[in-house]
């Protein structure tokens, strides 16, 4: 096992389309698996409107959010860590940018989920997030 290198990880976040936000409910841990997109600078997600995840970030908006990969031997593996502190996306704009980066991630049309974005705009229960890709780190078998 080594650390992976910064560009290493930078390309695993650019090239997966899936991970697990983790955040605080009250005293202990909660996590939902999710599909995600990435600017470079963000990890775009989002969770179900007034669910119990929307309600952690509001409470905490301190979250993890974790990526993994791995054959099924676990011979070779890798895993990214992102933290940061969720930010609440509530103008369309900004849901819209986000819902377009995870279209882009999955190989999708571009406005593939442009309809979601309304919706989610308006709707005050949303929880469509960015979190900052800065202090993140890795490791990768071998």
Not at 32 to 38: A, I, M, Q, R
Not at 44 to 66: E, L
Request: hydrophobic share 35%; glycine share 8%; proline share 4%.
């Amino acid at each position: 096992m080594r650390a992976m290198t910064e560009k290493e990880i930078r390309d695993f976040i650019k090239t997966w389309t899936w991970g697990t936000l983790i955040a605080v409910d009250g005293n202990k841990p909660y996590a939902v698996e999710l599909s995600y997109g990435t600017d470079g600078e963000f990890i775009h997600c989002g969770s179900m409107p007034g669910g119990r995840m929307a309600a952690c970030i509001r409470s905490n908006p301190h979250v993890v959010f974790k990526i993994c990969d791995a054959d099924w031997s676990y011979s070779k593996w890798r895993a990214v860590i992102i933290e940061g502190t969720a930010e609440r996306l509530t103008r369309y704009d900004d849901i819209l940018n986000s819902v377009r980066c995870i279209a882009r991630q999955r190989k999708l049309p571009e406005n593939a989920f442009d309809s979601i974005a309304r919706r989610v705009a308006d709707d005050p229960e949303s929880n469509s997030i960015r979190i900052p890709v800065k202090v993140f780190g890795g490791k990768i078998s071998g």
